[in-house]
Structures are given as C-alpha cells and as structure tokens.
C-alpha cells in the first residue's frame, strides 16, 4: 500500500513537471530539470517524457496532413507572386534612382531649411537673452553717468535696483558675477564721493553764511540763490538706504552743531561797532535760513526736533552774548542802533518760523541799560545847563528872542507881554533849557520803543517812568548838587528857587506832551503820573533850606566881627558898627526876597532874626566872658534896640502883629530886667503867667549877675558908695533867691 501511494505521488509529480516544461520559457526548462535530476524517478520521468514528445509528434503529423493541400496551394501562388516581385523590385529601383535623382535638390533645400531653422532659434535664445542682459547694462550704464554726473543719491537708487532686482535675472551669465563683486566697491566710492561732496558743501555753506544772513535781513535774495544745495540733493539718502541715510544724517548733524557753535561764538570786541553785532547777526541768520532750506528741501536729513534743539541752544546763548556785550555800551546812538538791529534780527527768523519772544523780554531788559545811558547822558547835559546858568532874571531884547523863548517854555503872563522891550522873565535861562532837554529825553525814550510791537499805553507808561526816573534822579540830583555849591550866593539860591516854581508849573504840559507823542490821550487813566511836581517842590525846600542856611552863615560872618567890651562902664550912645552893617545886609537881602513866594520870604526872616537873637544871646552867656559891667549890658541894650527897629519896619510883609518881634522878646525882657533891676517883681511873680519877665529863666539870669559880680570885684569894697554896696548885697541877695528857684526852693523874698 505504501508503494502504491509514492509511486501515484511519483507520477503525479511527473505530469506536474511537463505540464511546466510545456508551459515555461525555454531559459527555465533547465532549472525544471535539474529538479527532476535530482529526485529520484529520472527513468520513469524520461519514460513519460518520451511518451509525452511522442504524443505531441501525432498531433503535429496530423495536423500537417490536414493541412498539406493548404500549404501546397500556398506555395504555388508564392512562386507566382516571386516573378511578381522581382518586376516590382526593379521598377522599385528604377522609381528609387529616379527618386533619388529628383530629391538631391530638395534635400540640399531641405538641409538649407534645417540649417535656417537652427539659426532662427539661436537668433531666439540670444534675443531672449539680450532682452533679460540689456536691461542690466542698461542700468549699469545709467549708474555710471549719475556718478560722473554726482548724482549719488539717485546712483545709490540705481544700484540698489540693479542688485536686487536686475542682476537676479541674469545670475547664470558670468558678467552678472563680475558686476555683483563690484557693486559693494561701486556703493563705497558714492559714498566716498557723496561724503566729500557734503563736507566742500558744509565748508561752503559755514564761509557764506555771514553773506547768506545779510541778504536775508535784507531779503534781497535766497539762500539758494547763493548755495548751490545740489550737493545736498544729490546726496540725500532715502529711508531705503537705512545705512546710508544714517551715516549721512549723523554725520550733517554733526558738523552743523559745531557750526553752530562756532558762528554763535562773538568776537571778543563786538561791542565796540555795529558792524561787529551785524557780522554776528548775519552768522547766525545765514546758519539757520540754510537749516530752513535744507529742511524744506529734503526729506528727513533736517527734522524739525533737530531745528528747533539748535534753536534752543542758539537762543540761550545770543541772549546771553547780548546781555553781555551790550552792558559795554555806553552810546545812546549806538545801543538804539543795536536795538534796530535785534528788532530787524528778530523779525527776520520769525518769518521762518523760529519763535523770538525772549528776544523782545531781552528788548526790555536793553531798554532799561539805554535809559541808564540816556540818563548819564542827560546828567552831563544838566550839569552844563546848570554850569553856564547866570542864575539871573532871563531878559530879551526883541520880539524874536521872546517869541523864542515862548516856543520852547509853556509860559503866560498878560503884563509881561504889554511890556516894552527888553522884557524880563522871571525864570533864568536854564529853565526852557531844562524844559527842552526833558521833551529831548522823551524823544529819546519813545526811539527805542518803535518797532516792538508794544501799545499806546504801554509806550507811554515806558515813557513815563523813564521821564520819572530822569526827573527825580538825574535832574534832582544835579540840582540838589548845583544848590549846596558853595560859591552860590543868596540871589543865584532865590533864582533856583523860583526857576523850580515855573518848571514844577510846566509839568502839567510835560504830561500832555508825552500822552500826545505815544498817542495815549484817551488812555490816560491807565498811565502813570509824572513826579516831576513833587521833585520840583523837593529840590525847591532843599533850594530854601540853603536859602536859610546861607543867610545865617553870612549873619555869623557879621557876627564874628561883633567885638564887644565887656567891663565898659558907660556906653557909647549908638550901636555896634557889625550889627548896623549886618542889619543893612538883611534889609538889602530880604529887597531881593520880592520874587519869593511870601511864605518862603517869611521862613527866611524869621530864621534870620530867630538865629540874630540867638546868637545875641549866646555872646551874653558865653562861658569865655567871665565878667559883664552895667555899661557893657547897656551898650548891648543899644545893639539889641537897632534890631527890634529893624523888625518893627517889617523887612518883609506878611507877618502877623508882633510875630517877628517875638524872636527877641527874650532879650528884651532880660534887658529890661537887668536895666530896671526890677528884681522883686521878677522874684515875686515868677511862675505866673502875668510875669512881665515870663521868658527869663532863672538860671540865665543867674549866669549874668555872676559875671556882673565878677566885675565889680575888681572894685575896693571901700571905694564904693553907699548905693552901690546895696546894690552889691541886693545883687548878691537875689542870686541866692535864684539858686533856691533852680534848686526847686518854695521860698519866696519880700522886699
């Protein structure tokens, strides 16, 4: 059984195996076989093998024989169609050779075409590449004659394009490679170019600059009709440029700052000329107008933040150099020439839009310094004035010279002008001297305030207080200085005072006069008030003042002729040759008094015979006259009557009942009770107010009975009469009383 299985297994296996040989490819048949070779059973394969090739040999054999008559037929008509053939074979090749013949041409045309067609295509492929290249070349070229023609900022432009855009296309050409390596040297040499064009540029512009303010101040002509900016323009990088741009803008920056520092740098004598503030002025007018330029005119190298720092800077410190220099000026003409000059500095840079007020707040602070010169000026001015015054009646010939004289000094009097000439004026001629050089200052003072765009009001205030100023600073100095002058006698004193009443008259058209030149008439309410009336009335106390003091000092001069003799035992029957003298002084003195008011005439009177009787009194009690006689005390009473006489013929009038007589009331009831030796009414009514001897005090008397005790020691006690040793032991009596009334005694002597 088991035999049986393998050998049906075997042949199984077998009939596999041809099946594959049958159906394979012949190039695997041998891989087949060497399987069977292999096993076991080649025999018995080969056997079936034989048997299959057998099998398959009758079925060829007899499909041949079902097919031979077929095949015979087939070869039959083959033979026909051979002889067939070869004819058609030789009119083939006749028909090719003529062919052949008949195509050389077109062949030869043919390869002509093939040939042109090549040549259009290579014309193609080099238009194609002409078109991508020309356009490099083309901008290439175009760089080329913007650097010769130094038109960096557009050459950078180019070459930007022509890196980035242009030569991309054509990166497989080697030309492209070469230009691509020489555009970082091509972009250096523009900027090297570029950056030496700008600095003969900023050269250029730091040497013109004086010369571009100057025309600008005048507005002759612009900036750019001066400066060539192209270099500027031509260098001017854009935000694409980032780099370039920087280095460009901060390297501009840069210089300009130090340009500006430079032209706001004076010259150490410019306050000496004009020319050295207008050379300073044009500097800085010329810097900024091109800053102004270049700002419009390009975009970004000048921003406005950077315009308005330099500004700042700029402004600090010309306010500062004004200040300055200014404060070395000492010419009116020069410092209101100055302030034209920053007026006209001024406006010029704010029509391009720099803000200028501090300017005008430094105008302010200049007016102020020129009022200072105008001041000194006027000073020197009054001093002349003052100087050459003949401190006299002002007195004209003709009708030309009082026509004059009016014109320049407000003054109206109906009688003078009925006068016959020569006329006499009251005032001296320093007075419409004075008057004019006031009206002069104030022309001075409203010159500065033009064009400073100030108000009516404002100009007049300015005016004002500056008049103000003059009037009680300068001029009241000078004429308190001209009064205390020691060679100025009583009638030159009178004349200033009265020279100060007309002027302090003539304030009232000195105020309209101002409001009339500011234009301030209706504004008045708001102007201040000239103080011109008070410095007047000042200057005229202190003018008085003198008045008093001289008329003493000279009554001490007559004084200190006074030579009395003291132990003269009978007098001479007249008095004293000084005091008749000084009498004769005051009343010539007191005539010239006449034009004084009447209140001032008075003080000076009464100062005269208050300070006569003082002095009188003083000679009675001076502790260097140790002794006085009866005879001395009544020569003395002589001296003393002379005086009352002269008051009692009222020197000057006015006066109350008894008022001048009141200064010597004193003297006189001493006299009378030293003349009357009245002494028991003196003692016994002292205190009260019905005591005809009220004003002698005791210890006066006292001081006077000591010295008349002195002299009459001199006398023999027993050379004396009876009457006189009682007067001796009355006198001696009474200044025992006297003491007890100093001492504060109650005691009281009955006679």
Known sequence: MAEGAESAELRTEHERILKEIESSEPGLVGGILRAVYDNEGHETFLEKLNTRIRSHDRDIERMCNHHYQGFIDSITELLKVRSEAVKLQSLVTESNAALQESSKELVKKSEELLQCRRIQKNITSATESLSLCLPVLEMYIKLKEQMDQKRYYPALKTLEQLEHTYLPRVSRYRFSKIMADAIPRLRESIKDASMSDLKDFLESIRK??????????????????????????????????QGAREQFENYYRKQRRKQARLALQPQSNMHETLQGYKSYFHQIIGFFVVEDTVMNTTQGLVSRQFMDELWDMALSKI????????????????????????????????????????????????RDQYNEILMKRWLQIFREILESDTCAPLYVADKEEYSEIIRSFPYQDEALEKEDFPKRFPFSGSVPQVYKQIKEFAYACIKFSEDL??????IDDMVRKSTNLLLTRTLSGCLTSHIKKQTLGMAEL???????????TACVYLEDFISNMTGAVGDSVHTARLQGTNTFKDTRQEAESQIYSKLNTKIDEFLDLACYNWTLQEPRGHASGYLMDLIAFLQSTFAVFTNLPG??????????C????????????????RQVSMGALQQFNLDVIQCEQFVDSEPVPG?????????????????????AWDWSLYLSDYGQERNKYVRVHPSTAITILEKMREADKKKNLFSLKKNERDRRKLLDAVLKQLRQLVNGGSNRIQE
């Open 453 to 458: 765009n100030l108000s009516h009001t404002e």
């Open 208 to 241: 013109h600059s004086e010369r571009i303010g100057e025309h600008a101040m005048s507005h002759e002509r612009s900036a750019q009709d001066m400066i060539d900016f192209s270099p500027v323009y031509r260098c001017s990088p854009s935000s694409g440029l």
């Open 655 to 675: 006066f109350k009942d008894g008022a001048l007589q009141m200064t010597f009331v004193e003297l006189r009831q001493l006299l009378d009770l030293f003349m």
């Open 319 to 366: 306010i500062a150099v004004l200040r300055t220099h200014s404060a070395y000026c000492t010419d009116a003409t020069l410092m209101l020439e100055i302030k034209n000059l920053i007026v006209l500095f001024s406006d010029t840079l704010a029509g391009y839009g720099f803000p200028v007020s501090q300017l005008y707040d430094l105008l302010m602070e200049i």
């Open 494 to 504: 009178v004349q200033i005072s009265i020279n100060t009443t007309h002027l302090e």
């Open 610 to 625: 208050k300070h006569l009787a003082s002095s009188l009194m003083t000679f009675l009690l001076d502790n260097e006259v």
């Open 599 to 608: 209140k001032v005439a008075q003080t000076a009177c009464m100062s005269a």
